[in-house]
């Protein structure tokens, strides 16, 4: 996976705004892709997840979106709250075997 | 109902010596994953065990690195003569008999070998 050592990229956002979190992935050959989010002290925490046959995915506040053409994928939080403060990381699957490679993740810090 | 758990949370030890981390998994989830986490970085997969078959070991940093799990129960990660860079989040997860990407993550084992 990607790591970007001690600096993590970081987006702050003000209360009640929409945030996106983006990532690129690697493996074309990735079938399915999850976002997992991580306060601080925990383990990550998994939030939703998309299959590579499929390009957007809604859940509560926050959607995922899967562009294979560039091997892209969002996460979009809609009216971020405080408790939506923690690292963001997404994760792929290859098409063989069970495994998962994580990207180095996202601080999200939101401002009241 | 009861998430994974790991043991101890915090274990501090010194250059050279082997340390033993604990995982119990959610009951009846088959498999069982270990991860890697320095400060500040993703996740590294260590290694994963699914039931009864040959666990898949290919993300183990070094020989002095090895697991064990005992059928679909607990599991230990240990390090022997650990190394300074040793020093991370040991995280555990498991996932649920037929759905086996959705893993659940324990709250993490924080080692610093000094």
């Known amino acids: 996976g990607e790591s970007v050592g001690l600096h993590l990229p970081t987006l702050s956002v003000q209360e009640g705004d929409n945030s996106i979190i983006n990532c690129a992935y690697s493996n074309s050959a990735s079938d399915y892709f999850i976002w997992y989010k991580q306060e601080s002290g925990k383990g990550p925490q998994f939030i939703i997840d998309i299959r590579s046959n499929m390009d957007k995915r809604q859940g509560q506040r926050v959607t995922v979106l899967l562009n294979k053409t560039v091997k892209h994928l969002s996460l979009q939080i809609a009216a971020t709250q405080p408790g939506d403060s923690a690292v963001y990381f997404c994760a792929e699957k290859g098409a063989a075997g069970n495994k998962l490679t994580f990207g180095g993740g996202t601080r999200v810090l939101v401002k009241p | 109902g009861a998430g994974v758990s790991q043991s101890p949370s915090n274990k501090v030890t010194e250059k050279g010596k082997d340390v033993e981390l604990r995982c119990d998994p959610i009951?009846?989830?088959?498999?069982l994953y270990w991860y890697r986490q320095r400060l500040g970085q993703g996740l590294e997969f260590l290694i994963y065990f699914q039931g009864n078959s040959a666990p898949d070991k290919s993300g183990l940093p070094s020989d002095r690195f090895s697991a064990e799990r005992t059928g679909e129960s607990v599991s230990t990660l240990t390090i022997q003569r650990t190394q300074q860079e040793d020093s991370a989040v040991y995280l555990c997860?498991?996932?649920?008999?037929?759905?086996?990407?959705?893993?659940?993550f324990g709250p993490g084992t924080r080692l610093l070998v000094l």
């Open positions: 009951s009846g989830h088959t498999a």
């Open positions: 997860a498991s996932t649920p008999r037929g759905i086996q990407e959705t893993q659940y």
